[in-house]
């Protein structure tokens, strides 16, 4: 009996974890994207930091996003976890790149502070969700164990069906993805308009200039 009642307790929590990674960590991910989108608006970014920032934004969204979508449509093995580890490295030094970026052209307020720092952790947190739910080829990372597997291969239908894993797909699609789309056209915008007016305005001291020398 209490052998019986800890392979439930195992089986258990490997289901929440799983649970807490498809429930919890990805939305928070999002809502987090979202607010910081939300806190980049409301500071005019298409006034002062501009298109170079948003592109950044661009870059640590599909940082973010690939481990998550090789997560949902992959098998997890040595190969998918590498790339989520390696994924986590380049998207810190991004995020770094942005903070540093942005405090030079704009004001970062606490608020967003705070929003940059829980970007930062949760992709953090799915990785380490996905080593702790594939232990045995983590282990092969270090060389322990069995044999890490590198093939990057589709998931079979298990415990999350492929609609559900489509409906996660396209959130990213409309939390994640689309906002920022729509920050990079805005900030594109003002960009051209910008530059239109530098045309302009050279192009009227030069008439100005040929005109006193007429």
């Not at 607010?35 to 973010?64: C, F, P």
Request: hydrophobic share 45%.
């Amino acid at each position: 009996m209490p052998r019986a009642r800890e392979v439930r307790r195992v089986l258990g929590v490997e289901e929440a974890t799983r649970r807490g990674l498809m429930g919890g960590v990805v939305p928070l991910w999002l809502g987090a994207g979202l607010a910081d989108w939300y806190r980049h608006r409301q500071t005019g970014i298409e006034e002062n930091a501009g298109t170079k920032e948003s592109v950044i934004h661009a870059l640590m969204m599909t940082e973010a996003g690939v481990p998550v979508t090789l997560g949902l449509f992959c098998e997890v093995n040595a190969g998918v976890l590498a790339v989520c580890g390696g994924a986590l490295g380049v998207h810190s030094l991004t995020a770094y790149w942005d903070v540093s970026y942005a405090e030079q052209h704009r004001e970062v307020t606490p608020i967003e502070q705070h929003i940059h720092s829980l970007l930062e952790v949760v992709p953090l947190m799915a990785t380490g969700f996905l080593a702790v739910l594939y232990w045995d080829q983590t282990r092969s990372l270090a060389g322990r164990g069995e044999r890490p597997d590198f093939r990057i291969r589709l998931k079979r239908e298990g415990r999350l069906s492929w609609k559900a894993r489509a409906a996660l797909l396209g959130a990213m699609g409309v939390f994640g993805a689309l906002p920022y789309a729509e920050e990079m056209i805005r900030c594109a915008r003002a960009s051209a308009r910008a530059r239109a007016e530098r045309s302009k305005d050279r192009w009227d001291v030069e008439a100005e200039a040929l005109q006193s020398v007429s």
